[in-house]
C-alpha cells in the first residue's frame, strides 16, 4: 500500500474496557507495559507509548463501545506471543499462518476488540 501523505502520524488510539484489571494482563502478555493514568478529574486508565503512538485504555463506563476496532502489532516472535496470549486463555481467532505480510495470526482481547499479529522487523 502507498503513503498518500508523510504529513500525518497516528499518535493516540484510544480503547474501551468493562475490567482494566484483565485488559492489563492481556496487553502485559501481548508485551504491552501500560501503566495507570488519570488526568485531573477524570477517569483511571491504562496508557503506555508504543513507538510514537500512545495506546490508551479507559473504563467502558457509559462512553460508547470500542468493539469493532482492529489494531495491527508487529512482534519480534509471533509463535512466543500466541504462547504467552494461550497460558493466559487469549482468543485466537484465526492461528498463525504465512500471508503476504508474513507470519501473521488474529486474537481478540478480553474485550473483543480484535488484533493483528504479524512476526517481522519493520
Known amino acids: 500500500m502507498e503513503s498518500l501523505s508523510t504529513d500525518i502520524d497516528l499518535n493516540l488510539v484510544v480503547l474501551r474496557s468493562v475490567d482494566l484489571e484483565r485488559a492489563l494482563r492481556f496487553y502485559a502478555a501481548l508485551g504491552i507495559a501500560l ?3 488519570q ?7 491504562l496508557a503506555a507509548t508504543i513507538g510514537t503512538l ?9 462512553a460508547n463501545k470500542t468493539v469493532g476496532v482492529r489494531l495491527g502489532f508487529r512482534v519480534k516472535s509471533l509463535v512466543t506471543t500466541i504462547a504467552r ?3 493466559i486463555n487469549g482468543v485466537i481467532v484465526s492461528p498463525m499462518q504465512e500471508s503476504q505480510w508474513g507470519l501473521r495470526a ?14 517481522g522487523n519493520r
Open 85 to 87: 496470549l494461550q497460558a
Open 35 to 37: 501503566s495507570r493514568e
Open 54 to 62: 500512545v495506546l490508551e485504555i479507559y473504563p467502558q463506563g457509559s
Open 39 to 45: 488526568h485531573g478529574s477524570g477517569p483511571e486508565h
Open 106 to 119: 488474529v486474537v481478540s482481547d478480553p474485550d473483543g476488540h480484535q488484533l493483528e499479529l504479524v512476526e
